[in-house]
């Protein structure tokens, strides 16, 4: 860790290099530890640390920007001077007038001093504990686990100086014997919360619960969708109908249907970087506080997520979800989480007469924006319900399916959810996901394993 005196003094010396009166520095360091683990030996352990800053600088209603890795005073000043320069370009994308106002960032603790401190060493021990479980089963484990001890700082010339430490762990593995597979994974800010054990007790039992995969027709099914599942959905349904971004190129169903019901009244969707029970984060990469956004409520479409440039076109404020400019789908959120509805597994396995359970989704890809229409696999777990119990394995589907659509039909949710994080190694994002058993899901194809 750089240290919040540290961090803030250097990038106040990086914005004294500024030449122009709108300069906008942004900081994001980590110390990142994983233990990637294959075939039930740990085969890439690895440990990296990097800070990295993103200088923006308007100059007649241009921007220009520039980034630099390394805490090298000088790097940052010619990053800065970068920056100037392509603003001037003729080629310079047009902007606002001005950078983000100092405003109140509400405090949080997304920081564990445990996490921090923990070695390498003692993730990989932690791995090891998992591959005991594996022993005399015939099947080996694969996966990875990685922890994040990390900083954020905004500085800009308008008096905004904002920083934020937090520390973030992810642990995922697959148990895998022949042709059959189990998948678990635990999330949270504090090392101590990860069980590893409790990990691979769950992904051998989702592997070798039956010996062998039978196979059944596509078409539609009743499904309880596993937490996994779940967020996998929400994942890709906030790409393409939650940010406004997506609005205004006409590609989200948000935009087009404020205030109607575009789904059922079980299904509340929102991003909340407040919830402790996420990775919380106060404020974005514009020094903007991150507010709560709810983009479905109770089935009702309602609102989508901006940055400072999207908030101007829409004549509203920013919500506090702007992204660095190293990328380029515009404002999103990364603190997604689904309301918790009423139900245990038991309940919700109960109501089904017969139907399927889900464990995850994976090689999802977008067929219809509009209709948040997706494509993709089944993996780790599918298991046929009948009156309420788990009676077989069942092999793998292709499923194309209305994200949307699959809540409309919403039976029931249940009352427990689990952070699940996707994406990049170390970048603390995450999803809280409950089981959500949903009606017709349609599956169109099958495979032989």
Known sequence: MIGKEKLLSFLKQGLRKARFPQTEIFAYAQNLRAIR????????????????FGVKVIRNGKIGYASVNGLDLERLANAVQEAET???????????????EPKPIEPVNSFSRLTDEAES?????????????????????AGILWSVSGETGVLNTNGVELYHPFTAVNCQAVFTKEDLSGFSAQAASDLSKIDPEKIADASVHRALRFKEAHSLPPGEYTCLLDEYAT??????????AFSAEAVETGSSIIGLKQGEKIADSKVTISDNAYNPLTFQSPFDVEGVPRKKVVFIDRGIAKSVVHDRFTA?????????????????????????????????????????????????FHYIRVVHPLKTMVTGMTRDGVFLVENGEIVSRIKNFRFTEGILNAFSKVKAVSKNRKLVTFGEVGFPAGILAPKVLTENFSFTGTTHF
Request: charged residues 20%; glycine residues 8%; proline residues 5%.
């Open 37 to 52: 683990f294959a075939n039930s030996t740990v085969h890439q352990p690895m440990e990296e640390t990097n800070v990295n």
């Open 86 to 100: 392509s603003a001037s370009l003729p080629q310079a994308l047009p902007y606002l007038e001005s950078f983000a």
């Open 121 to 141: 060493s003692k993730l990989v021990d932690k791995v090891k504990l998992m591959f005991k479980h594996g022993n005399g089963t015939g099947g080996t484990f």
């Open 231 to 240: 967020a996998e959905l929400l994942l890709y349904l906030a790409y393409i």
């Open 312 to 360: 101007h076109k829409f004549k509203t404020e920013s919500t506090g979800h702007a992204v660095p400019f190293d990328f380029s789908e515009g404002p999103l959120p990364l603190n997604l989480e689904m309301a918790e509805g009423e139900s245990s597994k038991e309940e919700l396995l109960k109501q089904i007469k017969r139907g399927l359970l889900i464990t995850r």
